[in-house]
């Protein structure tokens, strides 16, 4: 069982920068694919950035491309978020997730995925 817990969440300006952390504890973390997701009110789940462990592999939604950027260190079985260039349309619980399925973009984390628990990332205009 992976537990999942995000932190660095926050109220921010437009054009400004956040940095989401996400720690996994439970299971062998080189083994996961880690993801960042999305939630504003009113609106579905949604994908925002993806990595694969061992190559390091990236991939993101097109909304966020160039201003979003998600690392890991695997040495802290932590998973980042690195967000510059806010909008207030980026505002949204964001979850942190994990999956053994290196299958599909974004499905293998809602099919048989791991949640945290949420972060609230607030951007004003």
């Known amino acids: 069982q992976v537990q999942l817990v995000e932190s660095g969440g926050g109220s921010v300006q437009a054009g400004g920068s956040l940095r989401l952390s996400c720690a996994a504890s439970?299971?062998?973390?080189?083994?996961?694919?880690m993801g960042w997701f999305r939630q504003a009110p009113g609106k579905e789940r949604g994908g925002v950035a993806a990595i694969y462990p061992g190559d390091g592999r990236t991939y993101y939604a097109d909304s966020v491309k160039g201003r979003f950027t998600i690392s890991q260190d695997n040495a802290k079985n932590t998973v980042y978020l690195q967000m510059n260039s806010l909008k207030p349309e980026d505002t949204a619980m964001y979850y942190c997730a994990a999956t053994t399925s290196y299958r599909d973009n974004w499905a293998a984390f809602f099919r048989s995925g791991y949640w945290g628990q949420g972060t609230q990332v607030t951007v004003s205009s």
């Open positions: 439970g299971y062998t973390y080189s083994t996961l694919r």
